[in-house]
């Protein structure tokens, strides 16, 4: 007994010592996810400073935080920044919405999706950008138009990747509710919905970083107020700082937006 009682002891030691192993390890990654971005902005600042890099092009970072600061105080930030969140929030809902939609009857019912596949692969290869002269001669140089331009980027990933998601759930459920006699509701809600969503949601992902891009490009012309604006008349007037005050918010916006969708994706898919 007092032999197997000293293996239970030593087996739980091992045990121990491996599992705070593993918490120094994730630890030091979370350590260096932090650690890296301050050390490039410190260098940044290092060789600004020290005349390596011309300030004319790289203003060192403090330069751009003090400038980030006085635009927050003169409220040109909330103007830029809400404009610009509003159209990709209403474009990504507007693209999103119908490209589920569409991907699961293209998923569901062969007939449908000969007739709308070949649609969509003759106009997804067409960069939404290209059109937004015909986009901005339709619906005007105001937000609809960064609307629609958004919505039709981030329509064609979203409705592949739903397709995919449904062709690719595993037929013993399709047999069984079959078999069952499953109503067309409950098939779609409970078993071509739920069976979707993995790859459904990496279409979601991929259409709210597209989203970002297109809606910078698209308030480089005909706009007059938004984040992209904001990059773009900066960059006409050489005022960098403000440049770059427009390229960190972008990349804060897509760091942020993809980090709730991967918290709503480890939500609703516990198992993955």
């Known amino acids: 007994m007092e032999k197997q009682q000293l293996i239970r002891n030593e087996s739980f030691e091992v045990e121990q010592r491996e599992w705070k192993l593993r918490q120094r390890k994730e630890r030091g990654k979370q350590l260096l996810t932090i650690v ?15 005349g390596m890099l011309d300030i004319r092009f790289f203003p060192p970072p403090s330069t751009i935080v003090q400038t980030f600061y006085d635009m927050i105080v003169s409220g040109t930030m909330a103007q830029h920044v809400g404009v610009s ?36 692969m003759a106009l997804m290869p067409i960069p939404t950008l290209a059109l937004l002269p015909i986009i901005i001669i339709l619906f005007g140089i105001g937000d609809l138009s960064k609307v629609v331009t958004i919505a039709g980027s981030v329509f064609f990933p979203v409705v592949i990747n739903t397709a995919a998601g449904v062709l690719n759930i595993d ?60 990059i773009w008349t900066s960059y006409k007037a050489f005022l960098l700082p403000e440049m770059y005050v427009g390229l960190i918010l972008i990349s804060f916006f897509g760091y942020l937006f993809s980090v709730i969708l991967r918290a709503l994706q480890n939500k609703l898919l516990p198992w993955r």
């Open 85 to 120: 969140l509003y159209r990709i929030f209403i474009g990504f809902l507007a693209g999103v919405v119908p490209g589920v939609i569409i991907g699961l009857l293209m998923g569901l019912y062969s007939p449908i999706r000969h007739f709308v596949q070949p649609i969509v």
């Open 171 to 230: 037929k013993i459920y399709l047999d069984v509710a079959n078999n069952y006699q499953t109503s067309r509701w409950n098939f779609f809600f409970k078993i071509a919905l739920p069976g979707s969503l993995p790859v459904m949601l990496e279409g979601i992902q991929m259409g709210q970083a597209i989203a970002l891009l297109t809606i910078v490009a698209a308030e480089m012309m005909g706009a007059t107020s938004g984040i992209g604006y904001l």
């Open 36 to 50: 890296s971005p301050i050390f490039l902005l410190l260098l940044w600042e290092v060789l600004s400073r020290s």
